[in-house]
């Protein structure tokens, strides 16, 4: 069971944390992109901090290629970040490779910190169940700018995911970034999950976060709506191999099978 919990507000406050699991939180739009692909029946997904890089990789390994610059797909990548697009897409046992402006680089900074999972409103029981084997966690708001900047979509998606592990774990001792986190879905949301309104909040914030509106007024409002399913994915992106630049990813829960 999992003691201790907090949240990063953004990646370079994790790099100063200790923990046994560290869980990275881009929910608009890439670990909900990551989630979706696995969902999918994706094999293997390296998340990479360089454009340059992430093209010679999906060449040399014959991966798909996924990512964004600026929201959109950069020239020459075979779909953008969008988990509305990833949906549909043709994955299952094929590899991948992500390039985003904010969370694989801040995947990358933090794998071989320990374990490296990725979670997302529409992974989170699955991530929430998994990590609950971890004794210290930390759950990692990748943030806006490369990582510079607070962003609150992240910051609610996080809450949500504490909100499930102090259900699965009582008695978890939660630091303070935690327990604000806990109460930005909403507190009614914690103790009447089953009410209509549980993921209303959630869904305001994300919606009216600085990032959902720019992704709404470039036409992208669907992937904000497909970012708000809860539970839609049972995939929990784990990191398993790590360089300078680039995280593999598998889903644990299929790794566990074989």
């Not at 991966?63 to 964004?68: C, I, K, N, S």
């Amino acid at each position: 069971m999992t003691r201790t919990l907090d949240v990063a507000i953004l990646p370079a406050e994790a790099l100063a944390m200790e923990a046994d699991c560290f869980v990275v939180v881009d929910v608009l739009r890439a670990t909900t992109t990551i989630a979706t692909l696995f969902a999918r029946g994706l094999e293997s997904l390296v998340a990479v901090d360089d454009i340059d890089r992430a093209r010679a990789l999906a060449s040399a390994e014959g991966r798909l290629l996924f990512g964004e610059v600026d929201a959109l797909p950069p020239p020459g990548f075979d779909f953008g970040n969008s988990p509305a697009e990833a949906a549909a897409a043709e994955v299952a046992g094929r590899g991948a490779v992500l390039f985003t402006t904010n969370g694989t680089t801040a995947l990358c900074a933090l794998a071989g910190r320990g374990a490296v999972a990725t979670g997302a409103i529409v992974n989170t029981r699955a991530v929430a169940t998994y990590v609950s084997r971890f004794d210290r966690v930390v759950l990692v708001c990748a943030g806006g700018a490369g990582g510079r900047r607070f962003a609150l979509d992240d910051f609610a998606a996080a809450g949500l995911i504490v909100q499930r592990l102090v259900r699965l774990n009582p008695g978890m001792e939660t630091g303070d970034a935690a327990g604000v986190a806990m109460t930005s879905p909403g507190y009614e949301d914690w103790l009447a999950s089953a009410l209509p309104q549980q993921t209303a909040r959630s869904a305001r914030l994300l919606a009216g976060s600085v990032h959902g509106r720019y992704l709404s007024s470039i036409g992208l409002g669907a992937d904000i709506n497909f970012a708000m399913r809860e539970d839609w994915s049972q995939a929990v992106p784990l990191v398993v191999e790590s360089a300078p630049g680039e995280a593999r990813l598998v889903d644990a829960t299929r790794a566990s099978d074989r």
